[in-house]
């Protein structure tokens, strides 16, 4: 089976927008849902309800694949799922390593979800000596000393880290070093890479003050609807009036747009 080191994707020779990249794991995973329960063909209105695109947006990203669907009949799921695994470079197996094995560490090596997709977690590594050996979802810890002989032994490209803030670059630097071109971090900090070496950041804590942002801003509509605005609105400024201490100093509790 081919691995990572050997293969990069098609996506980018082929010239599909980043955008669309982005959308293609939406419509495999509605597609995958469709194919588990037997469904023969898909309307590009009914996959792009499931995957929460418009229809047209999803015709035009099944154009960039050369996929154009059969009028009155729709597309192909199973080929669908091929193609689209295809472009996303999930039909070779992936390996990958996490780094920084503390309780988000060992959730994502215990998430189901990898294998099934295409990636293989080839090693845990942690800095944390005490940690050596010790198996997590079936697999031994190793140490943070051995990152670039199991970066090398296992063909690696892909690297996962989950350390904390603090440790994370240099973790970083030394995947990179090792020779991973691409790296998921989930470490509360903003990562300096190289031109070549690509970064997907989530974190969690940003994607949840969005969420508050939206749940103010509704119970603010709802309040305003129902004329209670000027009783909604003292917390409000008294709220941007104090303040806490933050690891840069005073800052107020509710910060400015």
Not at 86 to 114: C, H, K, M, S
Request: charged content about 20%; overall charge negative; aromatic content about 6%.
């Amino acid at each position: 089976m081919a691995t990572g080191r050997t293969h990069r994707p098609a996506t980018r020779s082929r010239g599909i927008p980043e955008a669309t990249v982005a959308r293609l794991p939406l419509y495999l995973r509605a597609l995958t849902a469709l194919s588990e329960r037997s469904v023969p063909t898909v309307s590009s209105e009914e996959l792009a309800a499931a995957a929460g695109v418009n229809s047209a947006k999803l015709r035009k990203d099944f154009s960039y694949l050369g996929s154009y669907g059969t009028r009155g009949v729709g597309y192909d799921v199973e080929y669908l799922v091929y193609q689209i695994s295809r472009e996303l470079g999930l039909t070779q197996d992936w390996p990958v390593v996490i780094v920084g094995i503390g309780n988000l560490g060992a959730a994502l090596a215990n998430y189901g979800g990898f294998a099934s997709r295409g990636f293989r977690v080839a090693a845990l590594i942690d800095a944390d000596p005490a940690m050596a050996g010790t198996p997590v979802a079936g697999i031994p810890v190793q140490h943070a000393d051995e990152l670039e002989k199991i970066v090398s032994d296992n063909g690696v490209s892909i690297g996962v880290i989950s350390t904390p803030a603090g440790a994370a670059q240099q973790v970083c630097d030394r995947l990179v070093a090792a020779g991973v071109t691409s790296i998921l971090n989930f470490a509360p900090t903003v990562l300096s890479v190289p031109d070549g070496v690509d970064v997907r950041k989530v974190d969690l804590s940003i994607e949840l003050q969005i969420l508050a942002f939206h749940e103010q801003r509704k119970a603010g509509e709802e309040a305003a609807a129902g004329g209670d605005l000027d009783q909604a609105a003292p917390p409000v400024r008294a709220a941007a009036s104090s303040s806490r201490k933050g690891p840069d100093g005073d800052m107020p509790a509710v910060m400015p747009a």
